[in-house]
């Protein structure tokens, strides 16, 4: 697929961050778009914006979905057929993904399986919904996005990453899975993995939402606290992230901060990883990583497997690791 002109594109997430940028991006391409997200405020901003850009005759749709569940994701594909007045799509962008569940031993059993289901439900859902009209188009691209956190389950010392990760590598599994079963069953489609380190999103903001929480500005102190308690808080004035006293205010900028630095000050930006990832798509790249932390920890992961989790060894020589989750 060297073109998207005159194609329909399908992206999960699109409210924010690459989601966002992929459904900009595509429209200014000539690509229709039909874009969801659990957020239907911020969907809206990005319909406006890439309308704003398209050329005459791109269609470009915003749709409320939680692909964390089935019948949401049959109704978006539903949804936008009749609004798309067609019978098949030729991109599936499996973008939509939220952090948390960071302990499968503290971590409340709700959150953990809220966060897998994001992550791996709605990829796997999506997969069903839309494979056979992307078979259907003749000439069809499934993209996932996986994360570093698909091939190195860890985030560093201190930081267990467990939903997350699981659900990551469930998707690259799937996703690499398949590579032979479209060629062996429906050649007219064919798969990409993403594969982004730190790349400046809002997904911590995001990943608190989803939750069923208010934006961190607008939490209740008691929300702000049951979200950070004092074991975490402790943790975090160790690191020189908090100060040892703290009230919920605190807590609040706190995470505000946190959010606009992860996104602010990130090596890539959303609008180069949407880039990367197009460029990829149409390069008819299987396995698309993102952002020199990936590829540093791609190799150093496959070079010495064993010390995958021995940060000391497999970092020697590096000042830093960068993050993930970048969806």
């Given amino acids: 697929m060297d073109s998207f002109t005159g ?52 269609l470009v749709s915003g749709h409320t979905c939680d692909v964390a569940y089935e019948d949401q994701v049959l109704r ?5 057929l009749a609004e798309h007045a067609t019978d098949h799509v030729d991109l599936v962008f499996s973008n939509a993904g939220a952090g948390g569940g960071e302990s499968f031993v503290n971590s409340e059993r709700w959150v953990w399986e809220r966060i897998f289901a994001i992550d791996f439900w ?72 993403v594969l982004p380190g730190h790349v400046g999103t809002n997904i911590i903001r995001n990943s608190i939402i989803v939750r069923g929480l208010p934006a961190p500005e607008h939490m209740s102190d008691a929300q702000v606290e049951e979200l950070i308690p004092p074991d975490a808080r402790d943790k975090l004035a160790q690191a020189g992230l908090l100060s ?64 995958a989790y021995d940060y000391a060894d497999l970092f020697a020589g590096l000042t830093g690791t960068g993050g993930d989750q970048a969806s």
């Fill in 122 to 193: 709605g990829v796997y859902y999506c997969a069903r919904a839309f494979l056979p009209l992307l078979i259907a188009s003749g000439d069809g691209v499934l993209v996932n996005t996986s994360s570093v956190n698909g091939f190195w389950a860890a985030l560093g010392p201190g930081m267990p990453n467990n939903a997350y990760a699981a659900a990551k590598f469930a998707v690259r599994g799937f996703t690499e899975a398949l590579i032979e079963d479209l060629r062996s069953n429906a050649p007219q489609v064919r798969v990409a993995l």
């Fill in 7 to 58: 194609k329909l594109a399908v992206v999960t997430g699109g409210g924010s961050g690459m989601g966002r940028e992929l459904t900009r991006q595509l429209a200014a391409a000539g690509c229709s778009v039909a874009a969801c997200d659990l957020n239907p405020d911020t969907m809206a901003e990005t319909v406006a914006l890439a309308r704003a850009e398209a050329p005459a005759g791109v």
């Fill in 76 to 80: 978006f594909r539903d949804d936008l």
């Fill in 244 to 307: 040892g006293e703290t009230t919920a205010e605190d807590l609040r900028r706190f995470l505000v901060r946190i959010n606009d630095d992860f996104r602010d000050k990130a090596p890539v930006s959303a609008a180069q990883a949407a880039t990367i990832i197009l460029d990829g798509v149409r390069a008819g790249n299987w396995r698309i990583l993102i952002g020199q932390d990936a590829k540093m920890i791609d190799e150093r992961v496959r070079a010495k497997p064993e010390a």
